[in-house]
Nanobody, 120 residues
Framework: QVQLVESGGGLVQAGGSLRLSCATSRSIFSSNAMGWFRQAPGKQRELVAAITSGGSTKYADSVKGRFTISKDNAKNTVYLQMNSLKPEDTAVYFC??????????????WGQGTQVTVSS
């Protein structure tokens, strides 16, 4: 069973910040690039940030300069620091391993996600 546990979402005003966490197993964390996806109501799930096993990062244009992906190798955890949040960032956020450095998602089994709601 794939272990992907997201946390840290919440309700925040526009311009605010949140930090999301994704805990996973050592086997998944150590051998894969990891990514943060989001899915807004009525929209497809999209990849917004990725980090390789070596620590290289990449971002969707919509979040570049505002979001930062990082990881803690000791804790098998990936983070997404989200600053200058906008109402359009409202979505359920998920993490998953990636095929390659920029998706697609490797596992068809997803975690429960964490809801981020940004009020205007």
């Amino acid at each position: 069973q794939v272990q992907l546990v997201e946390s840290g979402g919440g309700l925040v005003q526009a311009g605010g910040s949140l930090r999301l966490s994704c805990a996973t197993s050592r086997s998944i964390f150590s051998s894969n690039a990891m990514g943060w996806f989001r899915q807004a109501p009525g929209k497809q799930r999209e990849l917004v940030a990725a980090i390789t096993s070596g620590g290289s990062t990449k971002y969707a244009d919509s979040v570049k300069g505002r979001f930062t992906i990082s990881k803690d190798n000791a804790k098998n955890t990936v983070y997404l620091q989200m600053n200058s949040l906008k109402p359009e960032d409202t979505a359920v956020y998920f993490c998953n391993a990636l095929w390659g450095g920029w998706g697609p998602a490797k596992f068809g089994s997803w975690g429960q996600g964490t809801q981020v709601t940004v009020s205007s």
